[in-house]
Nanobody, 119 residues
Framework: QVQLVESGGGLVQPGGSLRLSCATS????????MAWHRQAPGKQRELVAL???????NYVDSVKGRFAIARDTAKNTMYLQMNSLKPDDTAVYYC?????????????WGQGTQVTVSS
């Protein structure tokens, strides 16, 4: 009964901002690495941002300085703050949580939320 429910996508103008949310349930939230991926039409899915258990963050070069990943353990929710949006940011965005353990990998994905950047 692990669930990841995304929200916050929509249509914004170039230069605008959006905040995506991913609410989780059925997991021990603090033990997972958390990430956002995106997939544009005709493109491969790419990793956008991640945050590790100890709080270390990493970003794909194209979003550095514009996007920020965060989490709120009390709310079991992760976020992606997106600023200075560009048309090339248009994609379906997916949240993901995962961790390795002695027997393998636990890996869960949200349903995706559409972000469209257009004038």
């Amino acid at each position: 009964q692990v669930q990841l429910v995304e929200s916050g996508g929509g249509l914004v103008q170039p230069g605008g901002s959006l905040r995506l949310s991913c609410a989780t349930s059925g997991i021990t939230f603090s033990t997972y690495t958390m990430a956002w991926h995106r997939q544009a039409p005709g493109k491969q899915r790419e990793l956008v941002a991640l945050i590790t258990v100890d709080g270390t963050t990493n970003y794909v070069d194209s979003v550095k300085g514009r996007f920020a990943i965060a989490r709120d353990t009390a709310k079991n929710t992760m976020y992606l703050q997106m600023n200075s949006l560009k048309p090339d940011d248009t994609a379906v965005y997916y949240c993901r949580i995962y961790k390795s353990y002695s027997l393998g990998l636990r890996d869960y994905w949200g349903q995706g939320t559409q972000v469209t950047v257009s004038s």
